[in-house]
């Protein structure tokens, strides 16, 4: 167990910092990507990352994890591990968000929502939809990493601020310069 967490200078010796010309799961560009699995991968810095989302939000007695498929659930189960709490995933059915294998929330629920990396939070947007259309009341949304701005109407607690800039492919200047481009995302947009 680590005694203190320096998430970004994790983030650096893992090499989960890369430079160069990216395309962002949310369609944008950007000169910089954070590889979350290289955080994601180690049980040893994954257990002290959900255990300090789970203690910002511990207050709020959340009575469910939930997070998105696939990149979420390790981090959901530890979070939820941390609280005490079950842990589900939402997942793409028809290109939609949904509940699936038996999973289910009720209106006495509160649900913890939790992501790795947050760009523009489309992924945590359409998990809060799911979790909203169930009843259930959304205790907050707790994040690795944030890297752009998002709002979600709930209390937000992400564990490193790490603004990148990112571009509308059509503003790209590196798109502009011709330079190659790399798709390492986890979500697509249809």
């Not at 998430?7 to 090499?15: A, M, N, T, W």
């Not at 968000?97 to 992924?123: I, K, Q, Y």
């Not at 809060?128 to 009341?137: K, W």
Request: charged residues 25%.
């Amino acid at each position: 167990m680590m005694a203190s967490l320096d998430l970004e200078r994790e983030l650096k010796d893992r090499g989960a910092l890369l430079e160069g010309h990216f395309k962002l799961s949310s369609g944008r560009h950007s000169n910089r990507f954070i590889q979350k699995f290289r955080i994601l991968e180690d049980p040893a810095i994954v257990e002290p990352v959900a255990r300090k989302i789970a203690d910002a939000f511990r207050s709020v007695k959340p009575t469910v994890v939930v997070s998105a498929a696939i990149g979420g659930i390790v981090l959901g189960y530890e979070v939820a591990r941390a609280l005490g709490t079950k842990a589900i995933f939402v997942e793409k059915e028809n290109g939609a968000a949904v509940l699936r294998r038996n999973f289910h929330l009720s209106r006495s629920d509160r649900a913890l929502v939790v992501e790795d990396v947050v760009t523009t939070g489309g992924s945590v947007k359409e998990v809060l939809e799911v979790v909203r259309a169930s009843g259930a009341d959304v205790a907050g949304v707790g994040v690795i990493v944030q890297r752009g701005p998002a709002e979600f109407g709930v209390p937000v607690h992400a564990l490193l601020d790490m603004p990148i800039v990112s571009y509308e492919p059509q503003e790209c200047p590196q798109c502009r310069n011709g330079e190659s481009i790399t798709d390492p995302g986890s979500r697509r947009n249809k």
